[in-house]
């Protein structure tokens, strides 16, 4: 049996005789796709009946990509990449930078920075931390890090901070990286180039 099945205003022609199927009536495939596209199970739904070649057809799979971005975990929802040093602080907490994501309530995020801190003068202790919105946001995590280069000035030092999140509310969501010397004498900044760049990106990761 072949009819064709309006999808997100695509018509897909779907052929079958398969003993059980209920997907035949106009219409019926299309709210089923629609309906599991609000769950994220789009996929089991195309391999129970078979149907992934006849939707790829007509540019429907360009659509179901857009559909389910963002909605897969696992997927990252939000990137910032950073290829110029930051601002100079010392012993005030600064915000060195920042990513936006668009949250869905509910659900859990990790929150990534993956950066380098160089200072003008070896042995400063620096403590960086992954806030809410702002340098007054709420923590979600901290990292120390010990600037000392062996005489080697404005070296940069590693810092990889993993934070999770989950959303009270389903709306844009900025996270920032924040930085102060607790002890030492140099400048410290965010050391980053073009071809060393600092990161951070947000990955959403689980629904409860």
Same mark, same amino acid.
């Given at each position: 049996?072949?009819?064709?099945? !309006?999808?997100?205003?695509?018509?897909?022609?779907?052929?079958?005789?398969? !003993?059980?199927?209920?997907?035949?009536?106009?219409?019926?495939?299309?709210?089923?796709?629609?309906?599991?596209?609000?769950?994220?199970?789009?996929?089991?739904?195309?391999?129970?009946?078979?149907?992934?070649?006849?939707?790829?057809?007509?540019?429907?799979?360009?659509?179901?990509?857009?559909?389910?971005?963002? &909605?897969? !975990?696992?997927?990252?929802?939000?990137?910032? $990449?950073?290829?110029?040093?930051?601002?100079?602080?010392?012993?005030?907490?600064?915000?060195?930078?920042? *990513?936006?994501?668009?949250?869905?309530?509910?659900?859990?995020?990790?929150?990534?920075?993956?950066?380098?801190?160089?200072?003008?003068? /070896?042995? /400063?202790?620096?403590?960086?931390? $992954?806030?809410?919105?702002?340098?007054?946001? /709420?923590?979600?995590?901290?990292?120390? *890090? $010990?600037?000392?280069?062996?005489?080697?000035?404005?070296?940069?030092?590693?810092?990889?901070?993993?934070?999770?999140?989950?959303?009270?509310?389903?709306?844009?969501?900025?996270?920032?990286?924040?930085?102060? &010397?607790?002890?030492?004498?140099?400048?410290?900044?965010?050391?980053?180039?073009?071809?060393?760049?600092?990161?951070?990106?947000?990955?959403?990761?689980?629904?409860?």
């Amino acid at each position: 049996m072949t009819t064709q099945t !309006p999808i997100f205003g695509f018509p897909v022609e779907v052929t079958s005789d398969a !003993p059980g199927t209920t997907l035949r009536e106009p219409g019926s495939l299309a709210q089923a796709v629609e309906d599991t596209l609000a769950d994220g199970s789009l996929v089991p739904v195309l391999v129970a009946f078979g149907l992934g070649d006849a939707l790829i057809a007509n540019g429907f799979a360009d659509k179901v990509l857009q559909d389910l971005d963002g &909605r897969i !975990p696992g997927q990252r929802i939000a990137t910032e $990449i950073i290829t110029t040093n930051g601002s100079t602080f010392t012993t005030t907490e600064t915000v060195l930078a920042s *990513v936006t994501a668009d949250l869905v309530q509910g659900r859990t995020y990790k929150v990534v920075v993956d950066v380098q801190l160089a200072s003008d003068a /070896d042995g /400063d202790l620096v403590i960086s931390r $992954i806030r809410e919105d702002d340098v007054n946001g /709420d923590q979600l995590r901290d990292n120390y *890090v $010990i600037i000392d280069g062996g005489g080697s000035t404005a070296r940069g030092f590693p810092v990889r901070i993993d934070a999770e999140y989950t959303a009270g509310s389903t709306g844009s969501k900025t996270f920032v990286l924040t930085g102060d &010397r607790l002890s030492g004498s140099g400048d410290v900044f965010l050391e980053a180039s073009a071809d060393n760049p600092a990161y951070l990106y947000v990955d959403y990761i689980r629904t409860p």
